[in-house]
């Protein structure tokens, strides 16, 4: 499956952006999916995932409460809707897509990666 990532942007401290990310050339249904950023100079890091049906999903400490994971398996889209954006926030995000539906918080369970789009906020 390829993944396309979209919806990165400059927004201030407090507001809100919703991300995309959307699959192609593959059966969408049968990958977990995630998002993953990676701020200059640190290590990639695990922000939210979703199961398959979408019936469970998993948060970062760092973000839970402020951010929402979702996916639309009828448009092979998995979302995330942040709010209450931090500067601490500011990184690339990334999409990734597990094949064994395993919605790990560790990057190397996902087999596929989007290109990333950068989320920057303003203080």
């Known amino acids: 499956v390829q993944l396309q990532a979209s919806g990165g942007g400059l927004v201030q401290a407090g507001g809100s952006l919703r991300l995309s990310c959307a699959a192609s050339?593959?059966?969408?249904?049968?990958?977990?999916m995630a998002w993953f950023r990676q701020a200059p100079g640190k290590e990639r890091e695990f922000v939210a995932s979703?199961?398959?049906?979408?019936?469970?999903?998993y948060y970062a400490d760092s973000v839970k409460g402020r951010v929402t994971v979702s996916r639309d398996n009828a448009k092979n889209t998995v979302y995330l809707q942040m709010n209450s954006l931090k500067p601490e926030d500011t990184a690339v995000y990334y999409c990734?897509?597990?094949?064994?539906?395993?919605?790990?918080?560790?990057?190397?369970?996902?087999?596929?990666w989007g290109q990333g789009t950068l989320v920057t906020v303003s203080s």
């Open positions: 990734a897509a597990d094949y064994f539906g395993r919605a790990t918080m560790t990057a190397p369970s996902y087999n596929e």
């Open positions: 050339g593959g059966t969408f249904t049968n990958y977990a």
């Open positions: 979703i199961s398959r049906t979408g019936g469970s999903t």
